[in-house]
């Protein structure tokens, strides 16, 4: 007698983690593991009174979704302050900091972030922009990649930055002609005033973290890699809010969290890291969320000329400068700390946007296999904006993962007017080759680095395989060879994301066995026009067989 089912999903295409959707099959469910995929026409044996029927009328069924690289306590903490992450014009944030300080007149400081480098000349708003609407109180805003900081004239007086106030050596102050600062810090610079923030409670940490995971949900994520566990740039460490989470109940995802390595320090930082590890071990939740990454970011960004460069960035005029960006990790030191972590069984997680980033990165692991040998251990690079075309080929043979951020690789006002105009003409066209790291049989897994971009994975989808956001007449950012396949995204974030987080044996495909972390797409993205991808929507997230979100 055939058991009977408690989740039967049906009449509709089934993507099981690779390749082409099947096609005529349902999947059943029972005890919150997968029980079988068949064919629609013996369904009926499995349904009895008590069983859910879900059908999918023509939509997709998918692994649910897993983000391999992103920020969900602080994303989560800005939603609960002064949020800029909707607005669409430097007009639309200064409206929303004067109405947010209004309606928040006991806050000290005011806080938040998510204000778009393009909607500013130069990438860098100036203080008084802020200083029109609040000059009595001390604003600090992030910006969405948290890489650069706004603040206002009581902000910069308060933290003592003025016009003799050097550039840390990982910074850069951006300032007037007579050397005053504007009101705009990137990197290091960051530091100089985070000392003086007002700090975030464990309470809000939590908070936070549950506001994030409600909206992930909904956009059908069930997993992801935490890619900054500790402090940085004024924020705390955000691991108390997972504990908080674990010991009440709250966390429904799946996490692997990756520890930040202080940039600032050595080896040293080791044996914290390795009891890090071992505490979230002592939790007795490895199910649910361990700490067995670590975090290093190589370089900045291209936007604020930080992100890593072999050949110099351009100025105004189209002449090559000085500036290379910036290596936050010498060569050598990267190298020697790869080994140590390698080898201590450590992941690591590498932030590497420029070419010379991701070469660096490269060579670290290439050290690290040759002292230690081979591992399983899945490093991975994150960002990968500029790739040199010899670095493409080397990442299979070093067993490493590119961590791609889709929603980055098109044309947009960002790239168009802070970026490409600067860099030197042949990393203009290497501008994130998925399409070459496939070829080249690099396993990928899919991060959105949320907060800094939108979490959406269907929405990185539609600019993965169209190289551009829906209704743009420009074309295919690095032309129509670096466009993705559909499925490959999509394994990217289910069985490649799942690979990267070694959760690979319990989740991320559908398969017989597997745990029943799934979600329901209408309409199905692989049955529309590749213009219309961003037209489907998750209508439904199941998590271990239960039901945790629903548009119905």
Same mark, same amino acid.
């Given at each position: 007698m055939t058991p009977t089912a408690d989740v039967v999903f049906h009449n509709g295409a089934v993507f099981t983690g690779s390749g082409a959707p099947l096609r005529d099959r349902a999947v059943v469910v029972t005890d919150g593991v997968i029980r079988d995929i068949i064919p629609n026409a013996r369904m009926a044996a499995y349904v009895g009174e008590s069983t859910i029927?879900?059908?999918? %009328?023509?939509?997709?069924?998918?692994?649910?979704?897993?983000?391999? #690289?992103?920020?969900?306590?602080?994303?989560?903490? %800005?939603?609960?302050?002064?949020?800029?992450?909707?607005?669409?014009?430097?007009?639309?944030?200064?409206?929303?900091?004067?109405?947010?300080?209004?309606?928040?007149?006991? %806050?000290?400081?005011?806080?938040?972030?998510?204000?778009?480098?393009?909607?500013?000349?130069?990438?860098?708003?100036?203080?008084?922009?802020?200083?029109?609407?609040?000059?009595?109180?001390?604003?600090? @805003?992030?910006?969405?990649?948290? #890489?650069?900081?706004?603040?206002?004239?009581?902000? @910069?007086?308060?933290?003592?930055?003025?016009?003799?106030?050097?550039?840390?050596?990982?910074?850069?102050? /951006?300032?007037?002609?007579?050397?005053?600062?504007?009101?705009?810090?990137?990197?290091?610079?960051?530091?100089?005033?985070?000392?003086?923030?007002?700090?975030?409670?464990?309470?809000?940490?939590?908070?936070?973290?549950?506001?994030?995971?409600?909206?992930?949900?909904?956009?059908?994520?069930?997993?992801?890699?935490?890619?900054?566990?500790?402090?940085?740039?004024?924020?705390?460490?955000?691991?108390?809010?997972? %504990?908080?989470?674990?010991?009440?109940?709250?966390?429904?995802?799946?996490?692997?969290?990756?520890?930040?390595?202080?940039?600032?320090?050595?080896? /040293?930082?080791?044996?914290?890291?390795?009891?890090?590890?071992?505490?979230?071990?002592?939790l007795g939740r490895a199910d649910r969320y361990s700490l067995g990454t670590v975090k290093i970011m190589v370089d900045g960004i291209a936007e604020n000329f930080t992100a890593a460069m072999r050949e110099p960035y351009r100025d105004a005029c189209g002449r090559d400068t000085h500036n290379r960006g910036k290596s936050f990790i010498s060569s050598e030191r990267l190298a020697e700390y790869a080994i140590a972590l390698d080898r201590a069984g450590f992941q690591i997680h590498f932030h590497a946007l420029g070419d010379r980033a991701v070469h660096d990165a490269l060579n670290a692991l290439a050290a690290a296999r040759t002292v230690n040998g081979p591992t399983d251990l899945r490093h991975h690079l994150a960002h990968l904006q500029v790739v040199a075309p010899g670095d493409v080929s080397r990442f299979a043979g070093l067993g490493a993962v590119a961590n791609i951020q889709a929603l980055w690789a098109c044309h947009g006002d960002q790239i168009d007017k802070l970026t490409l105009p600067y860099m030197p003409e042949s990393a203009q066209k290497r501008q994130y080759p998925f399409g070459d790291l496939v070829r080249s049989e690099t396993p990928l897994a899919a991060g959105s680095d949320w907060p800094v971009s939108s979490a959406d994975p269907i929405a990185a989808a539609h600019v993965a395989v169209n190289r551009a956001v829906p209704g743009s007449d420009r074309p295919p950012l690095g032309g129509d060879e670096q466009r993705l396949e559909l499925a490959d995204f999509f394994a990217a974030c289910t069985s490649g994301a799942a690979r990267v987080n070694h959760w690979e044996s319990r989740t991320g495909t559908i398969r017989r066995g597997y745990d029943a972390d799934l979600i329901t797409i209408s309409p199905n993205p692989f049955d529309v026009a590749e213009a219309s991808i961003d037209e489907s929507r998750v209508t439904s997230t199941w998590i271990r067989g239960e039901r945790v979100y629903s548009t119905a």
């Open positions: 029927v879900v059908d999918l %009328e023509g939509g997709l069924l998918s692994p649910g979704f897993q983000d391999a #690289h992103i920020h969900p306590v602080q994303g989560g903490v %800005e939603m609960l302050q002064c949020d800029l992450t909707d607005t669409r014009s430097a007009a639309e944030a200064i409206d929303r900091i004067a109405s947010y300080a209004d309606a928040h007149p006991d %806050e000290p400081w005011i806080v938040g972030g998510g204000w778009s480098m393009g909607h500013f000349p130069g990438g860098a708003p100036s203080a008084l922009l802020i200083d029109d609407v609040i000059a009595d109180r001390p604003v600090a @805003l992030n910006s969405r990649d948290h #890489h650069s900081l706004w603040v206002n004239s009581a902000a @910069l007086s308060l933290a003592g930055i003025g016009p003799d106030s050097p550039d840390p050596a990982d910074g850069v102050i /951006e300032r007037l002609p007579n050397g005053a600062p504007t009101g705009t810090l990137h990197e290091g610079a960051l530091r100089l005033v985070e000392a003086h923030l007002p700090a975030v409670s464990a309470e809000k940490l939590t908070a936070g973290l549950l506001a994030a995971q409600t909206r992930l949900i909904a956009l059908g994520i069930t997993g992801w890699q935490d890619a900054l566990i500790g402090d940085y740039a004024g924020f705390p460490d955000t691991r108390v809010a997972y %504990e908080r989470a674990i010991a009440d109940g709250t966390l429904r995802v799946r996490v692997r969290g990756a520890q930040w390595w202080q940039r600032d320090r050595g080896l /040293e930082q080791l044996d914290n890291l390795i009891r890090g590890r071992a505490d979230a071990a002592a």
